[in-house]
Structures are given as structure tokens and as C-alpha cells.
């Protein structure tokens, strides 16, 4: 399964003046991976396996088929060359502190205490094939967007990070609202189009789609890796 998302296709034109306002500086660059968990991650645990127990795995389908063959392939990619060059990466996993889920708020208590989703339950777990090598941060949050529940910008800012590139799930959820709330904190965001993933094609778009029309600029893996290749004598 293989695609080039293009803002054209969906009525919207590539938003040149943040490519050339905002390219990333490797130096104050961080990858952030956002909940590529069992819970949501994986079509036979959690998420996956209630739809397959319903009868209903055609529902998810494009998600799950899209995680294993085309985010999860360029997140390896992305983690890959961050961590050879020495750039920050950073992870976000959801799920409760206390196996009663009384901290989480109430909007996303119900959907969290159906897949088990506290931590220390392997469904909270994040994927092994692109698991946190030691040293890398994992922030833990139990709302949809991580600077609400995290330290993750205090962490951040203490370590000159200017410019975020995101990965993860879902695109229109998780994904979509950390990296606003990171651009209305003063962030150059980047979403990395071909490492997320969504319920559906539609969801995946449309996030794509507003991002980049008022929060930041949406790349794909290939791309990405050649800004963050590129000296300064180059640009």
C-alpha cells in the first residue's frame, strides 16, 4: 500500500510560504510519536480486536492496514535518521494512571476503560517495532492533545526545540490536537502525512486538509528527511 497525499487532490493549495518561512533546523528539531499504541496501533488487541469480535473488521481496515504498511515503515525511517544525527525524539502515550480511570476526563473515560487502556497494561503498551530507545521520553497523558496533561513543553522549550515534526494516531484526534495546540504555543509543526494514520481516508484528509490551512505545514516522510539533511550552506 503505497500513496503520495497531495493538498491538491482535496481542493488545497501546498502552503509555500510556511516551506519557506519555517524550514526545519535540525538543531532545534524534535520527532514526536504520538500514541502508536496496542490499544489503538494493533488490529488484534484493543481497538482492533472489538471490531474483529463484532464482526465489523471491514471498518478498520484502512486504518490498520495503513499503520502497518505505511506509518509505522516511515516512522522507522524518521526514528532512523533522528537518532543517527542525534536529533530529539519524543513519545506521547494515553491512558490512565489509576486502573478506575477517575482521572481522565469524562468524554474519554468510557472509551479508554473498554480497551483496558491504563499503563502497565500491555494495551497501553507502545508498538515494539517502533518502541523508545533508552533516553528517549515518553510523556504520559490521559487527555486527546498532550500539552494539556503533559510536561512535554517545558521539556521541550528547556532543550531549544523550535520546529516539531508529528507521526501517530489518529490523525483528526490525538495527532491533529497536539500539534495545534503546539503551533498556538509559538511551534513551527509540521504533520507528517504518510506517518499517520486515521479510522478512515476521510478523517486522515480532513485533518491534513485544516492543518495545514491555518496551523502549520503538512510533509511527507521523504521530504522531511531531506530538509532535515540539508546544511545551512544549502538552503
Not at 48 to 61: C, I, M, N, P, T
Not at 165 to 187: M, P, Q
Request: hydrophobic share 40%.
Amino acid at each position: 500500500m503505497t500513496e503520495r497525499w497531495n493538498l491538491q487532490t482535496i481542493g488545497l493549495s501546498r502552503r509555500t510560504d510556511l516551506d519557506e518561512q519555517f524550514p526545519l533546523d535540525p538543531a532545534k528539531t524534535a520527532l514526536v510519536v504520538v500514541d502508536m499504541q496496542y490499544y489503538s496501533g494493533c488490529r488484534t488487541t484493543g481497538l482492533g480486536k472489538r471490531y474483529s469480535d463484532a464482526g465489523q473488521e471491514e471498518l478498520v481496515e484502512w486504518r490498520f492496514d495503513r499503520i502497518e504498511q505505511v506509518a509505522v515503515p516511515n516512522i522507522q525511517r524518521l526514528l532512523a535518521h533522528c537518532r543517527a544525527n542525534g536529533l530529539r525524539v519524543v513519545y506521547v502515550q494515553l491512558g490512565s494512571h489509576t486502573r478506575d480511570f477517575a482521572e481522565v476526563p469524562a468524554h474519554m473515560r468510557n472509551m479508554l476503560a473498554a480497551g483496558d487502556g491504563w499503563f502497565g497494561n500491555p494495551n497501553a503498551a507502545i508498538l515494539e517495532e517502533i518502541a523508545p530507545a533508552e533516553g528517549e521520553p515518553v510523556f504520559r497523558k490521559n487527555t486527546v492533545g498532550a500539552f494539556a496533561s503533559t510536561a512535554i513543553d517545558a521539556h521541550l522549550r528547556q532543550n531549544g526545540v523550535e520546529h516539531l515534526v508529528f507521526t501517530g494516531i489518529s490523525t483528526a484526534a490525538c495527532v491533529d490536537s497536539t500539534a495545534r495546540a503546539a503551533a498556538d504555543l509559538g511551534y513551527h509543526c509540521a504533520l507528517v502525512s504518510d506517518g499517520c494514520s486515521d479510522m478512515t481516508r476521510e478523517n486522515h484528509e480532513w485533518a491534513l486538509h485544516h492543518f495545514q490551512r491555518l496551523f502549520g505545514r503538512v510533509m511527507e516522510t521523504a521530504d522531511v528527511l531531506r530538509e532535515l539533511s540539508t546544511t545551512d550552506d544549502q538552503r
